[in-house]
């Protein structure tokens, strides 16, 4: 039964939406048990889990067994991969007030520590910069509720009321931080040397985009180029491109992915990659766990950055910097750059676990997106365990 929902949800990926019929209160049920059953099957981190495996909370299977609609299957998908406190587990669809994405609509990295709920990143150019925020502060509210309890409440919601480690507690915050959608955050910070303050920010959904997916800027001899959160689009391979294009040999090189918490695809990583080999170089390790536990067969394989044709090569003193907001696809690349040789620096990335894949529902053409991959640095090193030096290493 649980093969045949995999093998349902990935035919049905081939379907265009608009050509599904209009789903039964039933069917829409069933699409609420297959997104338990394609997560108990396919997911790559059951290690994480209590138990080593996917279990709705006595909360949700209520929740599940009301799923009549779609608005209704959508809440129940939202809120069942919150279960998992992956940031890299989403819906393919939300609510207008659905909570923001994080990292990529989060200008704040927060965990907990000894109790305490502790900015430790603050994202460049963001409203938390601009309004003052720092690194170091301390979140003691968040919306007039003291966080602590903002973050049990979050998760008693969700019918979780066994004590929350450090792991979920952050989790937690960091969402309720990046806010809902449609509406203001009000966080109180505490910064060192100062009485506690309230600062009400914008939703990250409100701001605009860049309109550039890559930002060139040559200063002192160097070129930087930075990466506008768009490793996702191929126009970004021709900017990068052109941006490369003509450049004097020797001419050293600065890659800024801190601004590509949305990942992206390999391809565009390979392309940026491929400008500094000269021959075929491994970068990046998968493994499928889901096939594993399907088929009894273990499958891994390491993917490889060809060199680019056309004459794009450049040797010249190559360097990445990364941030938290550098997530996914762009930890691929600095994964990849290391492996390669070139110096990383930025400190810890966004940690989003795998590559994710997307599941469209049969009957409602709902789509959800979860890894089902593991991946590792060519040493064997799990993705987002890697942490690059803050400094550059001369």
């Not at 309720?176 to 009485?195: C, K, P």
């Not at 200063?219 to 003509?246: Q, V, W």
């Amino acid at each position: 039964m649980k093969l045949f929902w995999k093998l349902i949800a990935l035919m049905s990926l081939a379907l265009p939406f608009a050509a599904l019929p209009a789903a039964t209160p039933d069917e829409y049920r069933l699409d609420a048990f297959g997104i338990v059953m394609l997560l108990e099957d396919n997911y790559a981190y059951p290690e994480r889990l209590a138990g080593g495996r996917y279990a709705l909370t006595p909360k949700l299977e209520t929740e599940r067994d009301a799923v009549h609609d779609d608005a209704s299957l959508l809440a129940f998908a939202e809120r069942a991969l919150l279960l998992l406190e992956d940031h890299h587990a989403i819906t393919g669809s939300s609510f207008p007030d659905s909570w923001g994405i994080v990292p990529s609509f989060a200008d704040l990295w927060i965990e907990r520590q000894d109790g305490t709920y502790r900015i430790t990143a603050v994202r460049e150019n963001s409203p938390a910069e601009k309004a003052g925020i720092k690194a170091g502060s301390k979140v003691t509210a968040i919306n007039k509720v003291e966080t602590a309890q903002a973050v049990a409440a979050f998760w008693a919601d969700l019918g979780r009321v066994a004590p929350i480690d450090d792991r979920a507690a952050s989790f937690a915050a960091r969402i309720l931080a990046a806010g809902r959608r449609d509406r203001f955050r009000a966080l109180t910070i505490h910064q060192s040397g100062h009485a506690p303050h309230d600062f009400p920010l914008p939703s990250l959904y409100t701001l605009p985009f860049p309109k550039d997916p890559v930002s060139a800027v040559m200063k002192d001899g160097a070129l930087t180029i930075r990466i506008n959160d768009s490793l996702g689009m191929d126009a970004t391979i021709t900017a990068f491109d052109l941006a490369m294009t003509g450049l004097a040999a020797g001419t050293p090189v600065l890659i800024d992915i801190s601004n590509t918490p949305s990942g992206g695809t390999s391809s565009v990583a390979r392309a940026i990659m491929g400008w500094f080999v000269t021959q075929p170089r491994f970068y990046q390790i998968h493994n499928s766990p889901g096939e594993e536990r399907r088929t009894g067969i273990a499958r891994q394989w390491i993917e490889q950055v060809l060199p680019r044709s056309g004459g794009k090569y450049h040797a010249a003193p190559v360097s990445v910097r990364v941030s938290r907001w550098t997530g996914s696809m762009g930890e691929g690349i600095a994964i990849g750059m290391h492996a390669l040789g070139y110096p990383v620096s930025g400190g810890p990335m966004g940690q989003l676990l795998g590559a994710i894949e997307d599941f469209r529902l049969p009957h409602s053409g709902q789509i959800i997106k979860f890894p089902t991959e593991k991946l590792f640095g060519v040493d064997g090193t799990p993705r987002e365990a890697f942490v690059a030096p803050l400094e550059a290493q001369r």
